[in-house]
Nanobody
Framework: ELQLVESGGGLVQTGGSLRLSCAFS????????INWFRQAPGKEREGVSCIPTLESKTYYADSVKGRFTMSRDNTKNIVYLQMNSLKPEDTAVYHC?????????????WGQGTQVTVSS
């Protein structure tokens, strides 16, 4: 059974930092590209970052480049999203998700998400 569980969200002031975690089971890093996407009220879903199966390159949305870093722990089936220099526009529910490739295709499965709120 596929499972993705996000944690680490919260309320932070502008300029602050948070580290999100996504613990997963039912698959391995070799099976899917692992993604973070976010959804804010009234806005379209936005892909934030992605590590492909071959871990050759980590992809980031332009809106978070230089501020967010995605990483993975190969021994624990966990991926992280380190978010620095947070802005109010980063406020959203953050989900981790899987799909075959980082740059094409729909998400196949995702977790319930964790709320990130950045106050101005």
């Amino acid at each position: 059974e596929l499972q993705l569980v996000e944690s680490g969200g919260g309320l932070v002031q502008t300029g602050g930092s948070l580290r999100l975690s996504c613990a997963f089971s039912g698959f391995t890093f070799d099976d899917y590209a692992i993604n973070w996407f976010r959804q804010a009220p009234g806005k379209e879903r936005e892909g934030v970052s992605c590590i492909p199966t071959l871990e050759s390159k980590t992809y980031y949305a332009d809106s978070v480049k230089g501020r967010f870093t995605m990483s993975r722990d190969n021994t624990k089936n966990i991926v992280y999203l380190q978010m620095n220099s947070l802005k109010p526009e980063d406020t959203a529910v953050y989900h981790c998700a899987i799909r075959d490739f980082c740059t094409v295709g729909d998400y196949d499965f995702w977790g319930q998400g964790t709320q990130v709120t950045v106050s101005s």
